[in-house]
């Protein structure tokens, strides 16, 4: 079970944190990633992590003003977006896979999800 957490309202600039807490997941040999959907656009990879290693993907979009991490312990991973942009307004969606992929950015290749957090950047 996949359980997002953190979203709301910001001004453009602002930052905001979301969180996924991943039960009945392993906490290794997994990727967990994050996506968003906007009203009326296809659903698009923004972030992924290796939970057994240091690799970690970003979308052009988001790259050098999102940041994924993972806590190991708590099995829980983070999205720190900073510098929030109007575009950045999304349903965004925690996901996992285990294994390794080519494309951890693709949601074809996950095969769990959450419900979902709204973003709206103004």
């Known amino acids: 079970q996949l359980v997002e957490s953190g979203g709301g309202s910001v001004q453009a600039g602002g930052s905001l944190r979301l969180s996924c807490a991943a039960s009945g997941v392993a906490n290794s040999r997994h990727y967990l990633g994050w996506f968003r959907q906007a009203p009326g656009k296809q659903r698009e990879g923004v972030a992924a992590i290796y939970t057994s290693g240091t690799a970690t993907h970003y979308s052009d979009a988001v790259k050098g003003r999102f940041t994924i991490s993972h806590d190991k312990a708590k099995n829980t991973v983070y999205l720190q977006m900073s510098r929030l942009k109007p575009e950045d307004t999304a349903m965004y969606y925690c996901?996992?896979?285990?294994?390794?992929?080519?494309?951890?950015?693709?949601?074809?290749?996950?095969?769990?999800w959450g419900q979902g957090t709204q973003v709206t950047v103004s």
């Open positions: 996901a996992a896979m285990g294994g390794v992929t080519q494309t951890p950015l693709s949601d074809q290749v996950y095969h769990y």
